[in-house]
Structures are given as C-alpha cells and as structure tokens.
C-alpha cells in the first residue's frame, strides 16, 4: 500500500465535498475546484466523519502509481479552497521593475522592452516594492490562488522571463533562493611577455 495513498483527508467545516462520475469537486471559502480523477483510484467522501479516503481499484502498475498521486492532488485542492497558495518573488538589477496593466503582469528586467506575461484565471498578483533600488533592494511581488499548480507554473514562468545570472544575481528568483555566484574574470595587470 501507498503510505501517502492510504492517509484519510481531513475536511474543514467550510469545505463542500461532491463525488460522481469520476470527478470530485470540492468548495470552500477560496472558490470551488474540481478534478476527473482516473479509473484506476476509487474516491470516496464520509460526510460524517468530514474525511475523503483514496483507494487503489485494482492492484496493476497504473493503479499503484496513482493511488498517492490522486491523495496528493486532493489534499492539494481541500488546502487550496480553504487557505490557498501563495509565491513569493524578487527581481534584483538596477532599474529592473514589476507592475500590472489590465490582466497581465509586465516585467522590466533590463531587455529592450517589456516582458507581458498574461495572469491566469484565480490567481491574483500583489505588489510590495514595485521597483529595485539599486542592486541591494529587490522589486518584491507575490503571486497567488487557490490552485497549487497553475501558481506554481505561472511563477515559474515569471522567472524563465529573466532567470538571475550567476555573476551579479540579476534577474528574477523566488525569495529566499540562494543564487551560486561566480567570480568574474580578473584582468591580469602590467605588461604580458617579454
């Protein structure tokens, strides 16, 4: 048995639980999420006990494999309607900067132009320090919603737009990631051969 799999998944009181047709949906004070999850897990709600369990239909390659992922992905979503996801980011360089026009969010990391990634649906964009001070105080931002992989994946696309060197640390990084430095090219001084 999966060790994670066979975990029941506690309920909050605030959190609805529906399943049928091989689809859970779960709504809580964040907004409401839903899932088709595969034939090879059974997915059952105790109303009275407020807990979901997962189990494996069958006991083949696929099955196994899905029992702790379907468990993973279900307890993501009960954490995600009821307290949500949060990332947050920081942009180091000089005159690098970060602000939101419409529905999407514009970077300026020291291209050209500006870089427009649009927001996805439910994730909300909050600002802190919309511009970099030198190269010592970071533009600082935070992305979050109630649904832990379409943050996850629009923070990283946030970051794949101007991921940091390793010589200076410009670019963007999630808070609190430690960049390896490299040391620059040291210029030899005096004349070279004789």
Do not use: C
């Not at 369990?53 to 009821?82: E, F, P, W, Y």
């Not at 970060?98 to 990634?117: C, F, Q």
């Not at 919309?130 to 935070?142: D, H, L, M």
């Not at 992305?143 to 963007?172: C, H, L, N, W």
């Amino acid at each position: 048995m999966s060790r994670i799999g066979k975990k029941p998944i506690a309920v909050p009181g605030a959190v609805k639980v529906s399943v049928a047709n091989q689809r859970i949906q779960v709504s809580g004070p964040k907004g409401q999420l839903d899932w088709a999850f595969p034939a090879s897990v059974a997915v059952a709600f105790d109303a009275g006990a407020k807990q979901i369990t997962v189990a494996r239909a069958s006991q083949d390659k696929q099955a196994r494999i899905m029992h702790g992922t379907a468990r993973a992905l279900i307890q993501n979503m009960v954490t995600g309607v009821t307290d949500g996801y949060s990332k947050s980011l920081e942009i180091y360089g000089t005159g690098f900067g970060v602000k939101v026009e419409g529905k999407n969010l514009v970077l300026s990391v020291g291209y050209a132009h500006t870089v427009p990634i649009p927001i996805p649906d439910g994730v909300k964009v909050n600002i802190d320090v919309p511009q970099t001070r030198g190269n010592e105080v970071p533009a600082k931002f935070s992305v979050s919603g109630m649904d832990k992989q379409v943050v996850g994946q629009f923070a990283r696309t946030i970051k794949d737009a101007r991921p940091p060197e390793p010589y200076q640390g410009k670019g963007v990084r999630f808070a609190g990631e430690q960049i390896r430095r490299k040391q620059g090219k040291a210029f030899a001084g005096g004349a070279a051969g004789g």
